[in-house]
């Protein structure tokens, strides 16, 4: 079984930047790797992924032209960098290996999951 760790959190102000990432370990970093988050009270959101080539980049529509999903293969290595930070965007974001077949924003299709980094966005 693969391990998916991230890191990179914190506690910024509202426009602020921040970029997480997730080292995979084993075959993981060869599956479709996706990002997703959730915020106390609120179900799990799906925030995007990126095929292994990077040919295919998926964004959610509360993110996209805020958020860049990248991956570094040669470090087995996924990146979220994340611009224009809002309160909205107060959540865990885990990292996440896609091991079933079915569309890349549903959670139940990834099967291995990181611990989760806190993002806090503060007005």
């Known amino acids: 079984q693969g391990q998916l760790v991230e890191s990179g959190g914190g506690s910024v102000q509202a426009g602020d930047s921040l970029r997480l990432s997730c080292v995979a370990s084993?075959?993981?970093?060869?599956?479709?790797l996706g990002w997703f988050r959730q915020a106390p009270e609120k179900e799990r959101e799906f925030v995007g992924a990126i095929v292994f080539s990077g040919s295919n980049i998926f964004y959610s529509d509360s993110v996209k032209g805020r958020f860049t999903i990248s991956r570094d293969n040669s470090k087995n290595t996924l990146y979220l960098q994340m611009n224009s930070l809002k309160p909205e965007d107060t959540a865990v974001y885990y990292c996440?290996?896609?091991?079933?077949?079915?569309?890349?924003?549903?959670?139940?299709?990834?099967?291995?999951w990181g611990q989760g980094t806190q993002v806090t966005v503060s007005s």
């Open positions: 084993g075959h993981t970093a060869r599956f479709v």
């Open positions: 996440a290996a896609q091991t079933s077949s079915g569309h890349v924003s549903s959670s139940s299709t990834y099967g291995i």
